[in-house]
């Protein structure tokens, strides 16, 4: 359902901005922007990345989350101009905080931005993504991609800087976040860019791919379909055994749709899920169900947990209102 491949994203911002009035949208440099920015010296929160994966980022940027997020062509980085763009739109003087998945790309334009911002006198300090315990190195990355954990962060972070907190403070708290998330990703089927216009990588009806990036990169392997309690339970065992969770502990639990897997399905990975934590004496303090860090129209799941503090955990439940996560307000 698009017009032509080159139009997709900014066609999508059209309606964006269309369907959000809380939103402020640039179609050149593609910025996305609260409409109603923060008054005073407080920290400005910046993301981005490749666009086919809302409602990341765009989809979280309102009060208690993002500031501004920088959307690139469909899986393809950001440029440094659209990040300076989106940097001098909300600076207010308290700093600048980006929020970078681990890929190649977004990292080096990510740091060129900031050597940029540095040079006007703007601080920034950023918070690299890196929870997805599938795959440590790859073509795309140097470590572990960044993936589910972003939405963490962005929330945490963005909960403490609407108090006023300073730049170090809503950094360290960043850092601490993505420190305690681990997730993995199961996919079912392989998403279509549009400008190929056909799936990404050849994956037969009876096979899923174990560990599947977000951009359809390679897993682990390659297995036979099976029940969802069977998938749910191979995520958590690398999950669980990545993590450091003790009985007793708490945590934030998302079970994400890849794009194209219907709700009733993540519920029934979300039960799977949370049989699989109780087990283990882990408690479950809030939890998201749904399509949030998605990879087009790939049919899959992802599962992300939080090891969530008491600091952590009252910053989540801060009020948020952005177009894809809304409470409190």
């Known amino acids: 359902m698009i017009n032509a491949a080159e139009m997709v994203v900014p066609d999508a911002l059209d309606g964006l901005a269309l369907a959000h009035r809380e939103l402020r949208v640039l179609i050149e440099p593609a910025v996305i922007l609260r409409a109603d920015p923060p008054r005073g010296r407080k920290v400005a929160l910046v993301s981005g990345g490749g666009s086919g994966h809302e409602p990341l980022h765009g989809g979280f940027v309102g009060y208690g989350m993002l500031d501004a997020a920088c959307p690139g062509e469909v899986f393809t980085s950001p440029a440094t101009g659209q990040i300076m763009a ?137 297995d036979k379909i099976r029940p969802v309690n069977e998938l749910v339970d191979i995520a958590m065992q690398e999950i669980l055994g990545d993590h450091d969770l003790a009985p007793g502990d708490e945590t934030i639990v998302m079970v994400n749709g890849m794009g194209a897997t219907p709700l009733i399905e993540l519920y029934i990975a979300y039960a799977a899920v949370a049989r699989a934590l109780a087990a283990k004496g882990l408690g479950i303090r809030a939890n998201l169900v749904g399509n949030y860090v998605t990879s087009l129209d790939m049919a899959g799941v992802s599962i992300s947990i939080c090891k969530a503090d008491a600091d952590m955990l009252t910053l989540w439940g801060s009020p948020v209102r952005t177009p894809a996560l809304r409470w409190g307000c």
Request: proline share 4%; with cysteine.
């Open 86 to 222: 989106a940097v001098r739109a909300v600076s207010m003087g308290g700093g600048v905080l980006f929020v970078v998945k681990n890929y190649t790309g977004d990292v080096l334009n990510f740091e060129m931005a900031a050597e940029l911002a540095a040079e006007e006198g703007i601080g920034v300090a950023t918070v690299v993504v890196d929870d997805d315990v599938a795959v440590e190195d790859s073509t795309w990355t140097a470590g572990r991609r960044g993936t589910g954990a972003a939405l963490f962060v962005e929330k945490i972070a963005g909960a403490l800087a609407e108090r006023g907190a300073p730049l170090w403070a809503v950094a360290e708290m960043g850092r601490r976040v993505n420190a305690a998330s681990r997730s993995f990703a199961i996919a079912l089927t392989a998403c279509a860019t549009p400008a190929a216009g056909r799936p990404g990588f050849d994956l037969p009806d009876d096979e899923i791919e174990i560990g599947v990036g977000i951009h359809g990169e390679p897993g682990q392997r390659r």
